[in-house]
């Protein structure tokens, strides 16, 4: 199994731009979830899924997008990048409601 | 909404115990976790206690919760200089469905 895998590691954005940030997972996991961490403030939850098809808005989703059309994939998406959505973004994903989560490795973004 | 308060900082030599402390404010949170933070690097996954439960033991680590005062603790015996890194309490918060709240995560210094 390779757990989560989240695609780019590191990435710099113009203000205004969009992208995709990719998380996919190979352990069947339901639960899936998109947390961003800054310095001094934790993690925070911007979106999460509990099933293909199942999306809701978490503490911060302004901003962002995203689309559960498999189990395996929860990529979200930028629609217009600012220098505020500078932060290093974390995909999670669980298998039961009493599990932890796994994490992913990262996506380091900057937008300038 | 749910809130989950940690101290930022915690030092402690080679050899001693630490102890990471943890307070919360939903009382129906059902599942409660640390995580482990290296620079640079994912969450990963230390332990977990259920509210049913009081305590639970996991070698060197010690989780102890007060579900009265809304306290979760982590004890770590004869902590290491590899232990050093951010910790972060997380729970299941109603809220956000089955997705975690974090706490801001502390900071442990190990000095030899």
């Known amino acids: 199994n390779a757990g989560v895998t989240q695609t780019p590691k590191f990435q710099v954005l113009k203000t205004g731009q969009s992208m995709t940030l990719q998380c996919a997972q190979d352990?069947?996991?339901?639960?899936m979830s998109w947390y961003r961490q800054d310095p001094g403030m934790g993690l925070r939850l911007i979106h999460y899924s509990v099933g293909a098809g199942i999306t809701d808005q978490g503490e911060v989703p302004n901003g962002y997008n995203v689309s559960r059309s498999t189990t395996e994939d929860f990529p979200l998406r930028l629609l217009s990048a600012a220098p505020s959505q500078t932060s290093v973004y974390f995909c999670?994903?669980?298998?039961?409601?009493?599990?932890?989560?796994?994490f992913g490795s990262g996506t380091r973004l900057t937008v300038v | 909404g749910e809130d989950v308060e940690q101290s930022l900082f915690l030092s402690v030599r080679e050899g001693d115990s630490s102890v990471i402390n943890c307070t919360y404010t939903?009382?129906?949170?059902?599942?409660l976790y640390w995580y482990k933070q290296e620079p640079g690097a994912g969450l990963q996954l230390l332990t977990y206690i259920f509210s049913n439960m009081d305590m639970k033991q996991d070698q060197r680590l010690t989780v102890l919760l007060n579900k009265k005062d809304k306290h979760l603790s982590l004890r770590i015996a004869d902590t290491q200089t590899g232990d050093s890194a951010i910790y972060f309490c997380?729970?299941?918060?109603?809220?956000?469905?089955?997705?975690?709240?974090f706490g801001k995560g502390t900071t442990l210094s190990v000095s030899s």
């Open positions: 939903d009382s129906s949170s059902t599942y």
């Open positions: 352990m069947n996991h339901e639960y």
């Open positions: 999670a994903s669980s298998y039961s409601q009493g599990d932890g989560y796994t």
């Open positions: 997380a729970l299941r918060g109603n809220q956000a469905g089955t997705a975690l709240i």
